[in-house]
């Protein structure tokens, strides 16, 4: 019964190994593209955020002087 059980033991240690070894490998290809994806979004909301703002709070030279 002993055989049995530690035979199971390293049937199930061998398997989440594959499964952890996989999981791992398949996240190290994915994870470069969604970080790069994110910053450049992030970069881009960021971009247009600030052009607006920067529209909006700047005034043309001659709107604001009395004439």
């Known amino acids: 019964m002993a055989a049995i059980k530690k035979n199971l033991a390293r ?3 061998k398997t989440t ?7 791992t490998v398949s996240k190290l290809k994915r994870d470069p593209l969604r970080a790069v994806t994110l ?3 992030g970069g881009l909301i960021g971009a247009a955020a600030g052009w607006t703002l920067g529209r909006s709070t700047s005034e043309p030279a001659s709107a604001g002087a009395p004439s």
Do not use: E, P
Not at 17 to 23: F, I, L, S, V, Y
């Open 11 to 13: 049937k199930a240690v």
């Open 17 to 23: 190994a594959k499964h952890t070894a996989r999981g």
């Open 39 to 41: 910053l450049s979004l």
